[in-house]
T-cell receptor, first 116, second 114 residues
């Protein structure tokens, strides 16, 4: 059974800082790992999807890495801005096969606050 | 902004009642997954529908049931509501069941059970 853990649970930083969010998972036989953003009371927005054959993905100021052997992923946010304040969730499929599509196990999230 | 819409946005029910939540996926998306997100937790997988058939279920009791219609819209039904059913219910859709395809989530229905 896949289990996903995120550290830290909450993070408060001044604007402009570079920061790292951590995600660990127990079943390393995964096809991919995804990072999502969630604003309060809202749905999830997919930020990055890292396929198992890749080691990292980048989108703008975001960079996510995946190390299957150690069961870890990190999300790096460069030059943080107040608009980055949100909850960041990582999610891994519930298994290795194609039948795991769309069936994700989420971590509890990291609540990020970037203050001016 | 995704094309996944959910209704209603908020709902208040009392314990023992039944509720139906609705999800309209993006045009042509034939796979819908439902998730429950309790306050302060990550979403938990309830079940998935693919071309009107249930295609996998999480650790939820049978009083959680669903439907997918020919136009690929979907419903989540919960019978005999319990206080612990209070949560944000999210649906997610996608066009193909490609393992590396992103999911598109709706904004959710906030259900409060009193």
């Amino acid at each position: 059974k896949q289990e996903v853990t995120q550290i830290p649970a909450a993070l408060s930083v001044p604007e402009g800082e570079n920061l790292v969010l951590n995600c660990s998972f127990t079943d390393s036989a995964i096809y991919n790992l995804q990072w999502f953003r969630q604003d309060p009371g809202k749905g999830l927005t997919s930020l990055l999807l890292i396929q198992s054959s890749q080691r990292e993905q980048t989108s703008g100021r975001l960079n996510a890495s995946l190390d299957k052997s150690s069961g870890r992923s990190t999300l790096y946010i460069a030059a943080s801005q107040p608009g980055d304040s949100a909850t960041y969730l990582c999610a891994a499929p519930q298994g290795a096969g194609g039948t795991s599509y769309g069936k994700l196990t989420f971590g509890q999230g990291t609540i990020l606050t970037v203050h001016p | 902004e995704t094309g996944v819409t959910q209704s209603p946005t908020h709902l208040i029910k009392t314990r023992g009642q039944q509720v139906t939540l609705r999800c309209s996926s993006q045009s042509g998306h034939n796979t819908v997954s439902w998730y429950q997100q309790a306050l302060g937790q990550g979403p938990q997988f309830i079940f998935q529908y693919y071309r009107e058939e249930e295609n996998g279920r999480g650790n939820f009791p049978p009083r959680f049931s669903g439907l997918q219609f020919p136009n690929y819209s979907s419903e989540l039904n919960v019978n005999a509501l319990e206080l612990d059913d209070s949560a944000l219910y999210l649906c997610a859709s996608s066009l193909n069941r490609n393992i590396n395809e992103k999911l598109f989530f709706g904004s959710g229905t906030q259900l409060s059970v009193l």
